[in-house]
C-alpha cells in the first residue's frame, strides 16, 4: 500500500517541520547551558584568588542548586513548547486531509472532522509529560530532574578534586566554564584531573531527551489521529535517508530494519495502527498514516454524506458521531469500526523480534512466551507485573530459551571444583555437568526457593530435584550448582538462612 501524491505531500510537509523543531530545540537548549556557564562564573566574581576549601564548596554547591533549578525549568517549559508544536504538525495531517477531501469533491466536512480531532494534541501531549507510553511511567519533569542531579553530582565530586588538587577558585571557574558551556574545549589537563566526568554527557542527556520526545510526541499525535480517521487502513515504516550511514555502516541493522521489512499481508513496512512500534530514542525514521486512493474516499464519502448506508462510516459515527456533530467530546473506541484481530492473535504471528517490541523488553516476552501473560497484561509496565513468581519464571525462560548463562570463566572454576569435590566424575566436561543442570531446570517437578539475605544486592532462586541444587541470581546467570554433602533437605532447611520454600515448577506456570 503507498500513499498518492497529494497525501504523500501532506506526510512529507509535516515530517519535514517535524525535523525543523529538532534544529530549533537543539539551539536553544544549547542556549540554556551557556546562560547557566555564565551563572556560575559569576559566582566566583571577587574571590578570584582565593584557594579552594570546604566552606567555599559548601556555598558554592549552594548556589548551584539554585542555578540547576532554573535551569529544570527552562529546559522543561522548552520541551513542553516543543512537544506541543509536535503534535499539532502530526494531527495536522488528518486535519489537512479532511479539508483536501472536502474542497476537492465539493464536500463542507472539514469543520465536522475537525471537531473530533481536535482533542488529539492536547491528550498525546499529556501521555508524553506525564509518561503514560512509557513502560517507566516517568514523565518529562522526572527525566529531567534525573538528569540535573547527575550534573550536581558531577560539580560536587569536581569540587573536591580541585580542593585535593588545590586548585584556586579562578583555576576552578575555567573548569566549571569547560564543564557546562557547550561551546567550551576540554584540555588534556582538564581530563587529567577529572577522569570519568564526561563533559558532553550533560548537555548530550538534555538534547537526547528533548529530541526523544519530540519524536515521540509526533509518532504519538500521528498515531492517535489516525486510529480516529475511518480511512488510514496502516501506519508506515520508513527507514530515515541517513540510516545506512547513522546505522548499518558502522553497527549493523537494528530493530528499525526489522520494523521497514515487516510484512503481514498490509504491505512491506505497514502495521495495525495500534500495533506499530514505538521509536527508539533518536530515532530519524518515518511513520505514516496509508490511505486508499483519493478518489475512492471522495466517492465514498459522498454516497454515505447523501445518505448511503457504509458498515464502516456507519460504525464510526457510532462512536463519534456525538463529536462529528458538534455536540461536545466523545470518548469513543478508534477500533468498534474496524476489522480488529486481537492482540493474542495478532502477537503469534509475529517474530520474535517484533514481540518483544511490541511487549516493551525480554522481561515481559519470557512471561509471554510461558503462556502466563494475559492479553490485558500486554502493555502495563514492567515494574506492575514484577514480583518473586514472575521473576523466577523469567530466570527459568531464560534458560530454557537461550541456554545457561555464566560469569566469565566461572564454568571451568565450577566444572573443577566440582570434580576436586567429588560431586561429579572426573571424567565429565563442562557439557555434561551443564546438561545435569538442565535436567534440574526441565523436570516440572523441581522444587523452586527464594533466597535473600541483607548482605545479597540481588535475590536468587534456588531449583532442586531433591538430590541437586543449582542458584541462579535474578539476572539469570548461575552462582553454583551442586548436590549438597549434608544432603538436598538438610542444606535447604538447615544451613542456609533466608530461604523461602515457593513451589514446584509446574506449580509456579499455574495461573492464581
Not at 509529560?129 to 519533569?141: F, T, V
Not at 533518536?282 to 486512493?293: F, K, T
Request: aromatic share 12%; hydrophobic share 35%; net charge positive.
Amino acid at each position: 500500500m503507498r500513499n498518492n501524491n497529494e497525501y504523500q505531500e501532506l506526510i512529507n510537509k509535516a515530517r519535514n517541520n517535524h525535523l525543523k523543531l529538532f534544529k530549533s530545540s537543539y539551539k536553544e537548549i544549547r542556549d540554556i547551558y551557556k546562560d547557566a556557564s555564565k551563572e556560575l562564573k559569576i559566582k566566583y566574581v571577587g574571590t578570584k584568588k582565593r584557594s579552594l576549601t570546604e566552606r567555599f564548596a559548601k556555598d558554592y554547591m549552594k548556589a548551584v542548586d539554585n542555578q540547576l533549578k532554573e535551569m529544570r525549568t527552562q529546559i522543561f517549559l522548552s520541551d513542553k513548547k516543543f512537544i506541543k508544536k509536535a503534535t499539532e504538525l502530526a494531527n495536522q495531517i488528518q486535519l489537512s486531509f479532511f479539508n483536501m477531501i472536502g474542497k476537492k469533491y465539493g464536500m463542507d466536512i472539514d469543520r465536522t472532522f475537525r471537531t473530533v480531532l481536535s482533542r488529539v494534541p492536547e491528550e498525546a501531549v499529556a501521555e508524553i509529560m506525564n509518561g503514560l507510553m512509557y513502560h517507566d511511567n516517568k514523565g518529562l519533569s522526572e527525566r529531567i530532574w534525573i538528569d540535573a542531579e547527575l550534573m550536581k553530582k558531577d560539580i560536587a565530586y569536581m569540587l573536591q578534586k580541585a580542593i585535593a588538587e588545590k586548585k584556586s577558585v579562578e583555576e576552578f571557574a575555567k573548569d566549571i566554564q569547560m564543564y557546562v558551556n557547550p561551546d567550551a574545549r576540554i584540555t588534556w589537563e582538564w581530563n587529567k584531573v577529572y577522569p570519568g566526568v564526561g563533559k558532553r554527557k550533560i548537555e548530550y542527556n538534555a538534547q537526547r531527551l528533548a529530541r526523544t520526545s519530540i519524536n515521540h510526541a509526533f509518532f504519538l499525535s500521528n498515531v492517535r489521529s489516525s486510529e480516529i480517521n475511518p480511512f488510514v487502513e496502516a501506519m508506515h515504516w520508513e527507514l530515515s535517508s541517513s540510516h545506512y550511514s547513522r546505522q548499518v555502516l558502522p553497527f549493523g541493522e537494528d530493530e528499525c530494519d526489522v520494523y521497514a521489512n515487516h510484512d503481514e499481508g498490509l504491505g512491506k513496512g505497514n502495521f495495525p495502527i495500534d500495533k506499530t512500534p514505538l521509536p527508539h530514542p533518536q530515532c530519524l525514521c518515518s511513520q505514516w498514516p496509508v490511505i486508499p486512493d483519493m478518489e475512492e474516499i471522495g466517492t465514498e464519502l459522498r454516497k454515505w454524506l447523501d445518505g448511503e448506508s457504509n458498515p464502516t462510516l456507519d460504525a464510526w459515527y457510532k462512536e463519534f458521531g456525538k463529536e462529528f456533530a458538534g455536540g461536545g467530546k466523545q470518548d469513543g473506541n478508534p477500533y468498534a469500526f474496524r476489522k480488529r484481530e486481537s492482540a493474542s492473535d495478532w502477537l503469534k504471528r509475529q517474530s520474535r523480534d517484533m514481540q518483544m517490541s511490541f511487549l516493551g523488553g525480554k522481561k515481559k516476552w519470557y512471561l509471554y512466551n510461558a503462556g502466563v501473560l494475559q492479553e490485558k497484561d500486554f502493555l502495563k509496565p514492567w515494574k506492575e507485573l514484577k514480583n518473586d513468581k514472575n521473576s523466577a519464571i523469567i530466570v527459568l525462560e531464560r534458560i530454557l530459551t537461550d541456554g545457561l548463562k555464566w560469569k566469565k570463566g566461572k564454568l571451568e572454576q565450577h566444572v573443577n571444583k566440582r570434580i576436586r569435590k567429588g560431586h561429579i566424575p572426573e571424567n565429565w566436561t563442562k557439557k555434561e555437568y551443564q546438561s545435569r543442570i538442565m535436567e534440574i531446570m526441565q523436570n516440572k517437578s523441581s522444587d523452586v526457593f527464594l533466597y535473600y539475605n541483607e548482605g545479597f544486592n540481588q535475590k536468587y532462586f534456588i531449583f532442586g530435584d531433591k538430590e541437586w541444587i543449582s542458584i541462579i541470581g535474578e539476572n539469570g546467570v548461575i552462582d553454583t550448582a551442586y548436590p549438597p554433602d549434608k544432603g538436598y533437605n538438610y542444606y535447604l532447611n538447615k544451613q542456609l538462612t533466608g530461604i523461602k520454600f515457593m513451589s514446584t515448577i509446574e506449580e509456579l506456570y499455574k495461573n492464581d
